[in-house]
């Protein structure tokens, strides 16, 4: 038990608890995407989704930050059930696409409580991840464009990953902090 006194919880709060969730999740799945992509000897592909579920796990310990930063109690969840089971590629930037598409959703729902709330600082807070889902869909859909015009030609995609930047790859310098620090 805590001896300082935290701040209430208040809904915006108890939808961050449930982000810091979401994003553990979502890196939990970007890396079994990228033990797929290694064990298929698809080397650039592994290493995009590696990165990727590196930037969910800052996305969420940023989350995590900023409820210490606010005096908030913070719990660290497990997370949820992970896929690791495909067949096609396309499969794997689909499940990707969809995935940040329902992160996009959820980050709104967060900016509509914050505002509902009047908390002018998780409005502002939740700026820059709305910013980041607009980048995280666009690159996930851009991926799966490629993977779709390669038409199961792979060395295709991985000399696009190879020779393309696809996403800052965490190198936001807007960033908020990350707990712990970013990696």
């Known amino acids: ?5 935290k701040n209430p919880r208040s809904k915006f709060y108890e939808l961050l608890q449930q982000q810091v969730h979401n994003e553990f999740n979502a890196s939990q799945q970007y890396i079994a995407l990228a033990v797929w992509f ?12 590696y990165r990727q579920a590196n930037e969910e796990r800052n996305h969420a310990l940023a989350l995590v930050q900023y409820m210490l930063d606010t005096d ?19 499969d794997l930037i689909a499940l990707a696409l969809e995935q940040e598409k329902e992160v996009a ?34 690159q996930m859909s851009t991926l799966l464009t490629i993977v779709e015009r390669a038409n199961g030609n792979l060395f295709e995609v991985e000399t696009f990953l190879a020779r393309e930047t696809v996403g800052d790859g965490g190198a936001d310098p807007m960033m908020p902090p990350v707990a712990g620090g970013a990696i």
């Not at 908030?72 to 396309?90: A, C, L, Q």
């Open 1 to 5: 038990m805590s001896l300082t006194k």
């Open 72 to 90: 908030h109690h913070v719990e660290i969840p497990g997370t949820g059930d992970v896929r690791n089971d495909f067949s096609d590629v396309r």
């Open 105 to 138: 959703a959820d980050i709104k729902a967060l900016a509509k409580a914050a505002h509902a709330e009047d908390d002018y600082m998780g409005k502002q807070f939740m700026q820059w991840f709305i910013k980041e889902q607009v980048e995280e869909i666009s």
């Open 38 to 49: 290694d064990a298929e000897d698809l080397p650039q592909l592994a290493k995009h989704f």
